[in-house]
């Protein structure tokens, strides 16, 4: 086994391979993730998307609602109290395109790489649809039959569609803070922790463990491991790596203006399912391009052009399917599609989620584009997320009824 790159100003703060995700060390380490972990470089575009700023000082002064674990609303404070209070590394939000608010953390700068966690879903979920519309497979394309191996394990029968709206039969338990849980376990085979010999020390021999326990295609379950297994296929249908992949499909056309990072295990293969750093401003621009369905505000195309409808509208099934998972959402009535989370029945609104509050939120009627990076101390706290879906929330409202007041004649036109 190669040397893992732990930095010597890592090693200084204490950071190891076993306590980097938690607190207090994540406030540093979400930041630095290329001096704990191996990274694979996605190169920037050679052409960066502008994105025009028109900021107002007001706009995180607004009241917006706080809430409990439950959803329930306790009380309103300001946006900015928001910010403050849920770890916030760097927060923006944009409207049409220009940007109405930007704040950094006094550890983060406009070129800082801040890591994702599953955010990075979404973006692999970009890459596999344009394979699909560029014909490398199909939804219905069983994934055995692109790799194997898997064949062996318990994703045989499972299809491509299974995996992007995370609906296979394999069992995986994505249950956090339990060390044995199957997402810690597959910590240790990517060398997100210290290697345990029981457990493979590559993240597709350990995916080839998985058993399945039901029927494919049936209840909603996030599993991370679907993710991992979707990357496999991507790589193997193309005979490329996961970075050049996103380089290619969604950061270069997309107009990404900085390097992202991916994580990597030590066999080379990317942490598709939460390994992607990148800056506020790209994450950005990754949103818009989704709110333009699959288009840069400049107009160079990204990903398909039905990825957005097909991810909002869904199925027939895909509520039932999500109703009925055992693992908690918070959307009651919403669905997943496509890697990417709708958390509203009949709305065109949108979300990329990580653990420890990481957020890209899109609503397309009211043509607002929000990204929040955070290091809360916790992988899932209730009460923040509402918090953070609030805050959108409320400043979307805010900028709609802003630009209703000054042009009215323009916005009533354009509906």
């Not at 329930?72 to 109290?81: N, V």
């Not at 109405?100 to 006094?106: F, G």
């Not at 990825?307 to 009651?332: I, N, Q, V, W, Y």
């Not at 709609?400 to 007041?405: E, I, P, V």
Request: net charge negative; with cysteine; proline share 6%.
């Amino acid at each position: 086994m190669t040397p893992h790159p732990l930095s010597t100003d890592a090693i200084g703060r204490g950071v190891t391979l076993d306590n980097w995700a938690d607190a207090p060390h994540n406030r540093w380490t979400f930041l630095h993730l290329d001096e704990v972990l191996r990274m694979q470089v996605i190169q920037a575009s050679p052409h960066p998307e502008p994105l025009a700023a028109e900021p107002d000082p007001n706009l995180l002064r607004l009241a917006t609602p706080r809430y409990d674990a439950t959803g329930r609303i306790t009380g309103h404070t300001t946006g900015a109290d928001v910010l403050a209070d849920t770890y916030t590394d760097g927060f923006v939000i944009l409207h049409h395109g220009r940007i109405r608010a930007e704040t950094y953390a006094d550890s983060m700068l406009p070129d800082t790489r801040h890591l994702l966690m599953s955010v990075t879903k979404t973006v692999v979920g970009v890459v596999a649809t344009t394979l699909v519309d560029a014909g490398w497979f199909g939804f219905d394309t069983r994934v055995q039959e692109i790799v194997p191996a898997l064949g062996e394990s318990g994703f045989a029968g499972a299809t491509v569609r299974h995996l992007l709206d995370m609906r296979s039969g394999v069992r995986f338990n994505e249950t956090y803070h339990d060390p044995d849980a199957d997402v810690y376990l597959m910590e240790h085979a990517t060398q997100w922790r210290s290697p345990r010999a029981d457990i493979p020390d590559t993240l597709h021999d350990f995916l080839l463990t998985l058993p399945r326990e039901r029927e494919h295609g049936g209840t909603f379950h996030y599993r991370s491991s679907e993710t991992d297994a979707l990357g496999w296929v991507c790589e193997e249908a193309t005979g490329r790596p996961l970075a050049d992949l996103i380089h290619d499909y969604v950061w270069a056309p997309m107009g990404g203006e900085h390097t992202a990072y991916v994580s990597i295990d030590q066999a080379g293969t990317a942490i598709a399912d939460g390994g992607m750093c990148a800056t506020l401003r790209d994450v950005a621009r990754l949103g818009e391009m989704l709110r333009h369905s699959g288009i840069s505000p400049s107009g160079r195309k990204v990903g398909p052009s039905w990825l957005t409808t097909d991810t909002l509208l869904g199925t027939e099934d895909l509520r039932s399917a999500f109703a009925a998972t055992s693992s908690p959402t918070g959307m009651p009535g919403g669905h997943y599609r496509n890697q990417i989370w709708v958390p509203f029945p009949d709305r065109t609104t949108f979300l990329a989620l990580g653990v420890h509050g990481q957020m890209i939120y899109v609503n397309q009627r009211a043509a607002i584009t929000g990204v929040k990076l955070s290091s809360w101390p916790t992988a899932q706290d209730g009460a923040r997320f509402f918090d953070t879906l609030g805050l959108f929330e409320t400043l979307a409202s805010a900028l709609t009824r802003s630009a209703l007041a000054a042009h009215p004649a323009a916005i009533k036109e354009k509906r």
